[in-house]
């Protein structure tokens, strides 16, 4: 059972697009900086928008490789308490709609965030399969998923709640300043070593699987930290939170 923090704030965010400049803060967003038109590999690099990094011709000039995109982080060695070695994990998570309450005297609705946790040790990286980057598909529409996050107060520390008794939490989540953002298919995104963050966020009729790429060392209070609070943090979702994404 994840420490209850002892205070909460009271605040209601309203999503953003997720972008890398806007994200930045928190890890990193990863999409294609290619139009969607173009479809066909050009005959050099020259006639790209710059780009960093800068992309070369691959793949007998088929294909276009951008390297690197992403850190891939792994933190453990000699930082960890236990010196636990760690390994690098590929996880399927099969992520399922998330329930929405009803705004009152507003047409949105609202995700009640009860929940962060961070990875202090390792990068954490969710790319979605199965999931278009258009906001509908076949005639239907389209899930997307919500990105929460919070900036951490490093340094600094705050009481929680347990069965056993009150503990401290150290680094612990700005939930002030928290953040959220809309993510489609086509958008992968990348929590930085110790960034606070919401258990992935599904909005839509059907699930959404992501392929989700970590370190761990199986000593569970350093491959993820949590920690709960009660009613007053809010994302306020659909109307024209998401119609104007």
């Known amino acids: 059972m994840a420490p209850i923090l002892t205070t909460t704030p009271t605040l209601q965010v309203?999503?953003?697009?997720?972008?890398?400049?806007?994200?930045?803060?928190?890890?990193t967003a990863i999409y294609s900086p290619l139009?969607?038109?173009l479809n066909q590999a050009p005959a050099s690099t020259t006639s790209l928008t710059p780009h960093n990094p800068t992309p070369v011709l691959a793949n007998q000039n088929s294909a276009l490789k951008y390297s690197p995109i992403s850190p891939l982080l792994d933190n453990y060695t000699n930082k960890c308490p236990s010196n636990q070695p760690s390994s690098a994990r590929m996880t399927m998570f099969s992520c399922f709609p998330r329930q929405l309450r009803s705004l009152p005297g507003k047409n949105t609705k609202a995700f009640d965030v009860r929940i962060l946790e961070c990875h202090p040790f390792t990068t954490q990286t969710f790319t979605p399969i199965d999931l278009s980057s258009q906001s509908t598909a076949g005639g239907q529409e389209e899930p997307y998923y919500l990105v929460?996050?919070?900036?951490?107060?490093?340094?600094q520390t705050v009481t929680a709640m347990t069965p056993?008794?009150?503990?401290t939490v150290r680094d612990p989540p700005d939930l002030k300043n928290l953040r959220a953002f809309v993510a489609r298919g086509g958008q992968a995104v990348t929590y930085g070593a110790g960034t606070w963050h919401a258990p992935m966020v599904v909005v839509g009729s059907r699930r959404v699987d992501f392929v989700v790429v970590q370190f761990v060392n199986g000593v569970e209070e350093e491959d993820c930290q949590e920690v709960a609070f009660g009613e007053g943090v809010v994302v306020e979702v659909g109307g024209r939170a998401v119609a104007k994404l």
Do not use: I
């Open 148 to 155: 929460v996050v919070a900036p951490t107060l490093k340094g």
């Open 14 to 27: 309203t999503p953003s697009p997720l972008t890398k400049e806007a994200f930045a803060p928190f890890g």
């Open 35 to 37: 139009p969607r038109d």
């Open 164 to 167: 056993s008794g009150p503990v």
